[in-house]
């Protein structure tokens, strides 16, 4: 089959043929339909985060299942599936007390880039391949946990929804979820790229009084507008802390930081009021680190931070899409562009530049 793997960091992934083992003890085989294209995936093939390499990146993918290993009891060939960025076992401690984005073995499989249990599927001759969050979706099928997959309806549009895996349920969940706003509550969220519009949606969707989004670039901020923002910042023409105190009288409820950049972060920590909280959903780079006075800390405020938006996947992804198959949840306008495989690294470049918001590989 054809994979996109990448050999070495900041170097151009390569589509080639690979070899794909069958479905081991508790795995399934899944052909992928399409697949999203990430910034967190970037944030790996440039060595912001350590990564053994080689490995085949890509985890917003959506698929059939073909094929099941032994032990499988939740998945049946056939059965629609999106692949989720984050694993959780369903025995530990934070799995237990139903906080599974934060399972322990989600961290090990992020480092070390193979499936749970630290197995490996993918070759390419003798050579292996890791698995870029245990998934490795920018390839024609995928092996895979079953506890990766959420099974999903089978009228959805996998080329749409394939996202929610990653990017669109973080931030739906984290405007949800993480903030925990209640209706007619203020939010700015700081970065309109695909988790961004999707917190957008999200803070929306909950009820929020006061809703301001930020970026630099106009059309993604007139995109922001279209989606249920009330107010939008262009942080390039003004400044957007004494906007957002002028537009909340103070300081709004909650900031979502989406970009991973400390000096925005600083932003969006300086937009909320004394006891309001900012949670921080950009991947910054590892070595980067924040500045803050402790008294800010004594003043109630509250800093945080979220992997996919606190969601309890098999319960939130079914729920999202039928929130967009009813037309309350505009998933769809954050796609702008569908690629073929073979057109991956153009994908990338295009969405570092800022000229896509979500682009898909479809197969
Ligand atoms: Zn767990
Ligand atoms: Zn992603």
Redesign the pocket.
């Known amino acids: 089959m054809k994979a996109a793997v990448l050999y070495e960091i900041n170097t151009p992934l390569k589509v080639e043929e690979v070899t794909l083992d069958e479905p081991q003890e508790n795995e399934v085989l899944v052909k992928i339909v399409a697949t999203g294209v990430c910034h967190s995936d970037l944030h790996f093939m440039k060595g912001e985060m350590p990564q053994p390499t080689p490995f085949v990146p890509g985890h917003e993918g959506a698929g059939i299942v073909e094929k099941v290993g032994p032990g499988v009891t939740t998945l049946k060939p056939g059965d629609h599936v999106i692949l989720m960025v984050a694993f959780?076992?369903?025995?530990?401690r934070?799995?237990v007390e139903g906080r599974?984005t934060r399972?322990?073995?989600n961290l090990p499989i992020q480092m070390m880039a193979t499936l749970p249990g630290g197995g490996m599927r993918l070759h390419k001759g003798d050579q292996e391949l890791h698995h870029l969050f245990g998934l490795a979706s920018f390839a024609e099928y995928a092996v895979v946990h079953e506890r990766s997959a959420v099974k999903i309806r089978e009228d959805a549009p996998m080329e749409v929804v394939c996202p929610l895996g990653c990017g669109i349920a973080t931030g739906i969940g984290t405007a949800i979820n993480t903030t925990g706003i209640k209706a007619g509550e203020s939010i700015v969220i700081y970065g309109c790229g695909g988790v961004g519009l999707s917190a957008v949606m999200g803070a929306k969707l909950a009820g929020a009084g006061t809703l301001i989004a930020v970026d630099t670039l106009e059309r993604k901020l007139e995109m922001a507008k279209e989606l249920g923002a009330d107010h939008i910042i262009n942080a390039s023409q003004e400044d957007p802390k004494a906007k957002v105190m002028e537009l909340t009288g103070g300081g709004a409820d909650y900031a979502i930081e989406c970009i991973g950049n400390v000096d925005v972060i600083m932003q969006a920590f300086g937009s909320i009021h004394v006891g309001g909280k900012c949670i921080l959903v950009g991947m910054a780079p590892l070595v980067s680190m924040l500045s803050i006075a402790p008294f800010e800390f004594l003043l109630g405020k509250t800093m945080t931070g979220a992997i996919q938006g606190d969601i309890i996947a098999p319960i939130e992804i079914p729920r999202y899409i039928d929130l967009f198959m009813a037309g309350k949840l505009p998933i769809d306008k954050l796609i702008t562009k569908n690629y073929k495989l073979d057109q991956i690294n153009e994908a990338f470049e295009a969405l570092e530049k800022g000229e896509t918001i979500k682009s898909i590989i479809k197969f």
């Open positions: 959780a076992c369903g025995k530990c934070y799995c599974p399972c322990v073995e």
